[in-house]
């Protein structure tokens, strides 16, 4: 029988082998891999239609039933960002995306997430989408405009990666 004693070196090749990523530090510990160059969300064609400025932010909009969720990192390093202002906006069952009654805005949590409840989106133009926007200063403002996969999908998540200004 055999005996492999642990290396660092038989550590790294096997680490390399199955593809995990580790790399050492100044001390030459074993650490895990971070997320670097993190690029940032781009601005997406027709996210900024009907935005409203300072719509407030809600519980809930309209009578619910439908989930607009998501996560906002920091480009870069990937570090969620807590306290993050998401403004939402679609064409809902109760009301046309261009009316103030289907807007809102929410904040994200410790964990960069973020979770708002609104009434069912139907298709507006053809597409069942939603809006989503950042507009709020500390970084560079960014609207997206994810189309759903069919209009009777009950919920629709969207990720930022926010560029510091």
């Known amino acids: 029988m055999t005996a492999h004693r642990r290396t660092r070196r038989s550590l790294l090749i096997a680490a390399a082998a199955t593809g995990a990523a580790v790399t050492t530090g100044v001390s ?4 895990p891999a971070r997320a670097q160059g993190l690029t940032p969300t781009r601005t997406m064609r027709g996210g900024a239609n009907n935005y409203l400025p300072g719509a407030p932010i809600v519980e809930r909009i309209g009578n619910g039933g439908f989930w607009m969720t998501g996560t906002v990192r920091r480009a870069g390093d990937g570090a969620p960002l807590e306290g993050i202002r998401i403004q939402i906006w679609a064409h809902t069952t109760e009301g046309h995306e261009r009316e103030r009654k289907s807007h809102g805005a929410t904040l994200t949590d410790a964990e960069g997430q973020f979770r708002l409840e609104m009434p069912q989106i139907v298709p507006a133009f053809g597409q069942p989408h939603g ?8 970084f560079e403002s960014v609207f997206l405009r994810p189309v759903m996969a069919s209009a009777r999908d009950t919920s629709l998540s969207a990720d930022f990666v926010l560029q510091p200004v």
């Not at 030459?28 to 650490?31: A, D, M, P, Q, S």
């Not at 809006?131 to 500390?138: F, I, K």
């Open 28 to 31: 030459g510990l074993v650490v």
């Open 131 to 138: 809006h989503l926007a950042y507009d709020s200063g500390a």
